[in-house]
Each structure stands twice: as C-alpha cells, then as structure tokens.
C-alpha cells in the first residue's frame, strides 16, 4: 500500500469511530427537536458518516491518479465518468474490474440525494439516469420510500467495508509512483 492508500485507510477507521461516538450521543439531542428536513439525529448521523466516506473515496481517487500523472487538469477527474475513463487511460486501472464498483457508485448516488435532494433523489436522478441510479443503490444495498433514501447503520457499515476494499484494489493494482 501507498501512504495515500494507507491514509484513505486510516481516514475511513477514524470516520467510523466519530460516527459510533456520535450515535451514541443521541440520546443528549435536545427534546427531539429537529430542522424541518430532519427525521432525527440518528438517521442525520447515519447521511453524514456516509458522506464523509464518499468523500474519503472520491479524495482517494483523485489524488492518487494525479499523484501518479501530475499534468492531468483538475476539471478532468471531477465526475465519477471521468474518472474511469483517465483511470483506465493513465493509470492502466481499470476501476469497473472492482467486483462491487456499481456498490461504490450506488453510495455516490445516495451521497448526491443527501446533498443536493435534501435525502430525495434528485430530478436527474430520476429522469436522466432512472435505471443506471436504482440498479446501483440496489447494488449498494441502500433501500427506498418512494423517492427518499432509507439509510440505516448497516448501510453505513456496508459503505465503510465496499469502500475500503475499493481504496486497497485501486492502490494495489494502480503503478506505484
């Protein structure tokens, strides 16, 4: 492993533990009270550690490729497509070849409904990429109530584990700088 794989590693623990504390403190939630978009403290905590992951994963990405090719632009590895294609091209990965990559990718889509449809899919979640996005949240093992996603700490769990084999697959099979 690299010292960025073994600091996306260690990224991914220190998150889980933050979100096993902060469960544990929801019963100091004041009176129960929450925002108007809010089911309660616990289902927020479960978004946000699976956010937080995610966002662990996306870094890892990123970084690593253009560690590996510095010259590559920014804005060419913004989106998850984009990615693949200068993986595969520069970096000899290819990131589908991941047995639970469409799992990777249904925890991105439920990133995208926590961040821009306030926990909803999004409308171009649900026009443009209807089948491609449920596909990959049942691959995810995220479930749904009509169009808002459920998630549950198991799903927290699940994105910790497909994330952090993922982050040892690419490290391990990407050139070593």
């Known amino acids: 492993m690299t010292a960025l794989g073994e600091a996306?590693?260690?990224q991914l623990v220190i998150r889980t533990a933050d979100y096993y504390t902060l469960l544990r403190l929801e019963g100091s939630a004041p009176n129960g009270r929450s925002g108007r978009h809010l089911r309660g403290f616990a289902a927020v905590r479960h978004g946000n550690a699976?956010?937080?992951i995610v966002a662990v994963l996306e870094s890892f990405?990123?970084?690593r490729l253009l560690?590996?090719?510095p010259g590559i632009a920014y804005n060419k590895v913004m989106k998850w497509t984009d990615r693949i294609k200068m993986w595969k091209k520069y970096g000899g990965v290819d990131l589908a070849a991941y047995p639970r990559f469409q799992a990777v990718l249904g925890f991105v889509e439920v990133r995208n409904a926590l961040e821009h449809g306030l926990?909803?899919?999004t409308?171009?979640?649900l026009?443009?990429?209807r089948d491609e996005v449920i596909r990959q949240l049942a691959a995810a093992g995220v479930r749904l109530d009509g169009d808002r996603v459920l998630i549950m700490p198991e799903d927290v769990e699940r994105c910790r584990d497909v994330g952090g084999e993922f982050v040892k697959f690419l490290d391990l099979?990407?050139?070593r700088t």
Do not use: K
Request: hydrophobic letters at 30%; proline letters at 4%; zero cysteines.
């Open 8 to 10: 996306a590693l260690g």
């Open 50 to 52: 699976l956010t937080d």
């Open 61 to 63: 990405t990123v970084n």
């Open 67 to 69: 560690n590996l090719r």
């Open 119 to 121: 926990g909803r899919l």
């Open 123 to 125: 409308e171009r979640q």
């Open 127 to 129: 026009d443009q990429h």
């Open 173 to 175: 099979n990407a050139p």
